[in-house]
């Protein structure tokens, strides 16, 4: 299974969201996270950036490469 395969299995068994890009999109919240940051609380929004061990290249950011 490609990378891709694999992220569309995920995406269509509701393993995962379908992909948004967070620098132009903004994080999508649904409506209790919404009712909470309205309340003035905070919640936390767990995500992972996926791809391939070369990209984790960017140590400046606080990643390691993992190879």
């Known amino acids: 299974m490609t990378f891709d395969e694999w992220l569309d299995y995920g995406i269509k068994n509701d393993y ?17 996270e919404m009712e909470v ?7 936390c929004l767990h995500m992972v950036r996926l791809g ?4 984790w290249q960017l140590d400046a950011e ?3 490469e993992t190879q």
């Open 16 to 32: 995962c969201s379908p992909q948004f890009c967070n620098t132009h999109d903004g994080l999508p919240m649904v409506d209790i």
């Open 37 to 43: 940051w309205d309340e003035g609380h905070d919640p």
């Open 52 to 55: 391939c061990p070369q990209d």
């Open 62 to 64: 606080g990643y390691k």
